[in-house]
């Protein structure tokens, strides 16, 4: 009854095909409409979970001292020490000033004696505070501290600043503006060109493969339509659902493109080989539903839960793109249901049988591949032996990255400037000390509350402290240096009275006033004052130091000072890839449990499962180890192929098995079986894992390494499973098949 069912609703698709094109096109036009509210979401939370412990001491930050962001603007000056050298600075410093968004600058022209260069002790002190800021040490590189408003409403969006301040930037010799806030609005500018250049390069290169493929235009339509259509639905779905497209989500479009041309592919082989053996289009066109049905459905499911399977992550990016990733996979069956009937009829409209072509050669070359494998099997196992060993070793070497600026092409213009920063200056990573203000001292009345001397020469002797114990800590800087260098250094400072402090820092913040309130400032949650203290440290470090560094920091302050929170886009960024790569093999893990259980229920014999499976498991974890082994380190797009390739790797095995096991029921030996499935459903094999390898390899081109990582690995990925597939898997399936045919004497 159900088979029945079943073949009747395809008679209706094929008899109301011009419907459901009609249907289609309705549907495409409404989803473009809506989709087009599609947003990127720039914060730097959406990166973590809500609930993540790191955020908290970064919340602070921000209701405390947030109102802005720490930009460097910097520039190469032989002149810098002479009054012309003074002059350009003021210049620079006037030009940012006018930039929207910009609130603040602080320049070597602001600090007091900052242009006296000949012997004057308070200009020497104080240049020795802003060192590394507004100035190299040996003069000849300058520096503008810019603080700039935080995105908000009737506030300019920190695209319009940053790009108003690299115009200024630009025209001063090798001119650089880096800081945390660059790097992220610099990603995601990046990102959003890559979404737009790799899904029209993506589309254009899969249809070319095709095109190559079945030698005619014609059988274009069906899987440009089909992926267009996807797309619109995604973005649609994804605007009707609230979501919003974060850092790893410029793949959207290239990937439901290689998803949805994959399981057209399959489709269009098969439509293909009926043809040929005689069929009518109603009849081919019947019959290739009927029988790809199932393991279309089953393979679009597979691509979907290997990319759900990142939703086990708690990185931010990580999960949002498992979540897209599985809605656009899945909305690939619906176009395919509307647009296969009426698209297929109307791309043969010759409407008589293709005689063979010279692409049956392909199925000739892939038996004898079959052959060979049949006649090898020791050396095939211990190959794959080998194989797996080194990988398992290799893995055990990886090392992730959390040097930011890797994730841009080593030529990229933001390399360069942050190139020239940690040259010149010592270290381009800004964050965040932040350290609370005793009670005895934080009246919750006084504003600002009175502090004494010992609290300032507590702060000023722990900078001097965690800079001699932590050598990759470049510079420290806090409102205590600026009141020392005001009084005579840390001696003045130790001896200096209330009412002379509190002139000192009325004369501070009468000159720097943003800069005075970005270093000493109240929660407004619950009124606590608190001391901000700004680190310096190279960006370029490895994974490692830069995690020793932030520990041992936050070790030193809470020693003195226990209530210290250290925190800042540099500690988040840190911590972001770190988190990437602990949850990796939690998805691939979940991601194979998951697989699995759908092909138990679609192949409904374990064994064949099994050895259906085995080899698309091990494409990933031989990349793994060979990217151990070259010393390769694991960002963000490398750290998330591994659950992602097992679900669409599969996708040609459960062809393979599922049209094996129609042709066993169909009197056929396993031999026999195993040899028109590998001509058959091996050439489709062929097409997809093409069309998905250059598909995905136009991620090679992206600005973004993340994105160039994830492109190249899920293509080589696709590769190793297409060999496993069709040498491996009809072994496996010899094995566990072959005996119980000859057992129950099926012949060919």
């Not at 006037?94 to 968004?101: A, S």
């Given at each position: 009854?159900?088979?029945?069912?079943?073949?009747?609703?395809?008679?209706?698709?094929?008899?109301h095909?011009?419907?459901?094109?009609?249907?289609?096109?309705?549907?495409?036009?409404?989803a473009?409409?809506?989709?087009?509210?599609?947003?990127l979401?720039?914060?730097i939370?959406?990166?973590?979970?809500?609930?993540?412990?790191?955020?908290?001491?970064?919340?602070?930050?921000?209701?405390?001292?947030?109102?802005?962001?720490?930009?460097?603007?910097?520039?190469?000056?032989?002149?810098l020490?002479t009054?012309k050298?003074?002059?350009?600075?003021k210049?620079?410093q006037?030009?940012?000033?006018?930039?929207?968004?910009v609130?603040a600058?602080?320049?070597?022209h602001?600090?007091?004696?900052?242009t006296t260069f000949?012997?004057s002790?308070?200009?020497d002190?104080?240049?020795e505070?802003?060192?590394?800021?507004?100035?190299?040490e040996?003069?000849?590189?300058?520096?503008?501290?810019?603080?700039?408003?935080?995105?908000g409403p009737?506030?300019?969006?920190?695209?319009?600043t940053?790009?108003g301040?690299?115009?200024?930037?630009a025209?001063?010799?090798?001119?650089?503006l880096?800081?945390?806030?660059?790097?992220?609005?610099?990603?995601?500018d990046?990102?959003?060109?890559?979404?737009?250049r790799l899904n029209t390069w993506?589309?254009?290169?899969?249809?070319?493969?095709?095109l190559?493929?079945f030698?005619?235009?014609?059988?274009?339509?069906?899987?440009?339509a089909?992926v267009?259509?996807?797309l619109?639905?995604?973005?649609?779905?994804?605007?009707?659902?609230?979501?919003?497209?974060?850092m790893?989500?410029?793949?959207?479009?290239?990937?439901?493109t290689?998803?949805?041309?994959?399981?057209?592919v399959?489709?269009?082989?098969?439509?293909?080989d009926e043809?040929?053996?005689?069929?009518?289009?109603?009849?081919?066109?019947?019959?290739?539903?009927?029988?790809?049905?199932?393991?279309?459905?089953?393979?679009?499911f597979?691509?979907?839960?290997?990319?759900?399977?990142l939703?086990?992550s708690?990185?931010?990016p990580?999960?949002?793109?498992?979540l897209?990733?599985?809605?656009?996979?899945?909305?690939?069956l619906?176009?395919?249901i509307?647009?296969t009937?009426?698209l297929?009829?109307?791309?043969?409209?010759?409407?008589?049988?293709?005689?063979?072509?010279?692409?049956?050669?392909?199925?000739?070359?892939?038996?004898?591949?079959l052959n060979?494998?049949?006649t090898?099997?020791?050396?095939?196992a211990?190959?794959?032996v080998?194989?797996v060993?080194?990988?398992?070793?290799?893995?055990?070497?990886?090392?992730?990255?959390?040097?930011?600026?890797?994730?841009f092409r080593?030529?990229?213009?933001i390399?360069?400037?942050?190139?020239?920063?940690?040259?010149?200056?010592?270290?381009?990573?800004?964050?965040?000390l932040?350290i609370?203000?005793?009670?005895?001292?934080?009246?919750?009345?006084?504003?600002?509350?009175?502090?004494?001397?010992r609290?300032?020469?507590?702060?000023?002797?722990?900078?001097?402290?965690?800079?001699s114990?932590?050598?990759?800590?470049?510079k420290?800087i806090?409102?205590?240096?600026?009141?020392?260098?005001?009084?005579?250094?840390?001696?003045g400072?130790?001896?200096?009275?209330?009412?002379?402090?509190?002139?000192?820092?009325?004369?501070?913040r009468?000159?720097?006033?943003?800069?005075?309130?970005?270093?000493?400032q109240?929660d407004?949650?619950?009124?606590?004052?608190w001391?901000?203290v700004?680190?310096?440290?190279p960006?370029?470090l490895?994974?490692d130091?830069?995690a020793?560094m932030?520990?041992?920091?936050?070790?030193?302050?809470?020693?003195?000072?226990?209530?210290?929170e250290?925190?800042?886009?540099?500690?988040?960024?840190?911590?972001l890839?770190?988190?990437?790569?602990?949850?990796q093999w939690?998805a691939f893990?979940?991601?194979?449990?998951?697989?699995?259980?759908?092909m138990?229920?679609?192949?409904?014999?374990?064994?064949?499962?099994?050895?259906?499976?085995?080899?698309?498991?091990?494409?990933?974890l031989i990349?793994?180890?060979?990217?151990g082994?070259?010393?390769?380190?694991?960002?963000m797009?490398?750290?998330?192929?591994?659950?992602?390739?097992?679900?669409?790797?599969?996708?040609?095995?459960?062809?393979?098995?599922?049209?094996?096991?129609?042709?066993?029921r169909e009197?056929?030996?396993?031999?026999?079986?195993?040899?028109?499935?590998?001509?058959?459903?091996?050439?489709?094999?062929?097409?997809?894992?093409?069309?998905?390898?250059?598909?995905?390899?136009?991620?090679?081109?992206?600005?973004?390494?993340?994105?160039?990582?994830?492109?190249?690995?899920?293509s080589?990925?696709?590769?190793?499973?297409?060999?496993?597939?069709?040498?491996?898997?009809?072994?496996?399936?010899?094995?566990?098949?072959?005996?119980?045919?000859?057992?129950?004497?099926?012949?060919?």
């Open positions: 009854m159900t088979g029945f069912s079943h073949r009747r609703w395809i008679k209706r698709m094929i008899r095909r011009y419907w459901l094109l009609g249907f289609a096109a309705v549907l495409g036009i409404a473009a409409f809506t989709g087009r509210g599609l947003r979401d720039r914060s939370e959406s990166m973590f979970a809500p609930d993540d412990p790191l955020l908290v001491p970064y919340h602070r930050l921000q209701r405390t001292f947030g109102e802005y962001e720490v930009v460097l603007a910097m520039y190469a000056d032989k002149e020490a009054p050298g003074i002059e350009r600075v210049s620079v006037e030009q940012l000033n006018k930039v929207p968004g609130a600058t602080v320049s070597l602001d600090v007091p004696g900052g000949e012997a002790e308070l200009g002190r104080y240049r505070v802003f060192s590394g800021y507004t100035h190299n040996e003069l000849t590189a300058a520096g503008v501290i810019c603080l700039i408003e935080r995105p009737e506030k300019p969006s920190r695209r319009v940053l790009r301040m690299r115009e200024v930037v025209e001063l010799p090798r001119g650089a880096v800081g945390e806030p660059v790097l992220i609005e610099e990603a995601f990046l990102l959003e060109q890559d979404g737009r993506c589309t254009l290169l899969v249809m070319l493969t095709i190559a493929c030698r005619s235009p014609i059988w274009l339509l069906l899987p440009l089909v267009q259509l996807t619109a639905l995604t973005d649609a779905v994804l605007v009707l659902s609230g979501l919003e497209l974060s790893v989500s410029s793949m959207l479009g290239a990937i439901v290689v998803v949805g041309v994959a399981s057209v399959h489709v269009l082989v098969h439509y293909l043809r040929r053996d005689g069929h009518g289009r109603r009849r081919a066109l019947f019959n290739t539903i009927d029988q790809l049905a199932a393991p279309v459905s089953i393979a679009i597979t691509d979907a839960a290997g990319f759900a399977a939703m086990v708690k990185v931010g990580v999960h949002d793109f498992g897209m990733m599985a809605i656009g996979s899945l909305l690939v619906p176009s395919c509307l647009l009937p009426g297929v009829w109307m791309s043969d409209y010759q409407q008589k049988p293709q005689t063979p072509s010279d692409e049956l050669a392909l199925g000739r070359w892939l038996n004898v591949l060979w494998s049949s090898h099997i020791r050396w095939l211990a190959g794959a080998v194989l060993a080194v990988s398992m070793w290799g893995s055990n070497r990886l090392v992730h990255e959390t040097d930011f600026t890797k994730n080593a030529d990229s213009e390399n360069r400037a942050y190139g020239f920063v940690e040259s010149e200056f010592g270290g381009a990573g800004v964050w965040d932040m609370p203000v005793p009670e005895e001292n934080d009246a919750r009345t006084a504003k600002p509350p009175k502090i004494d001397a609290l300032y020469v507590q702060v000023l002797n722990l900078e001097g402290e965690l800079q114990q932590t050598p990759e800590l470049s420290a806090s409102l205590s240096d600026t009141l020392a260098a005001g009084v005579g250094g840390a001696s400072l130790a001896s200096t009275g209330d009412f002379a402090l509190r002139m000192g820092l009325g004369a501070a009468a000159r720097m006033p943003q800069f005075v309130d970005a270093l000493f109240d407004p949650q619950d009124g606590r004052w001391l901000h700004l680190l310096r440290a960006e370029q490895s994974a130091e830069k020793s932030i520990e041992e920091v936050r070790t030193i302050t809470q020693e003195k000072f226990p209530d210290a250290v925190t800042g886009y540099y500690v988040l960024m840190t911590r890839i770190e988190s990437v790569l602990a949850d939690k893990i979940v991601a194979t449990i998951v697989v699995l259980a759908m138990i229920v679609a192949i409904r014999d374990i064994r064949l499962t099994a050895v259906t499976m085995f080899p698309n498991i091990f494409p990933s990349l793994f180890g060979v990217m082994i070259l010393g390769l380190k694991v960002n797009g490398a750290a998330m192929i591994a659950a992602v390739s097992i679900g669409m790797s599969v996708d040609s095995s459960i062809h393979y098995t599922m049209f094996y096991q129609r042709l066993r009197g056929l030996s396993c031999n026999a079986a195993l040899a028109k499935s590998q001509s058959s459903v091996g050439r489709a094999a062929v097409y997809s894992t093409l069309a998905l390898t250059v598909g995905f390899a136009t991620l090679g081109v992206s600005d973004f390494v993340p994105t160039i990582y994830f492109g190249v690995l899920v080589l990925s696709m590769i190793g499973g297409l060999i496993g597939n069709l040498l491996i898997l009809p072994v496996l399936i010899r094995l566990v098949d072959g005996d119980q045919a000859a057992a129950e004497g099926v012949g060919a």
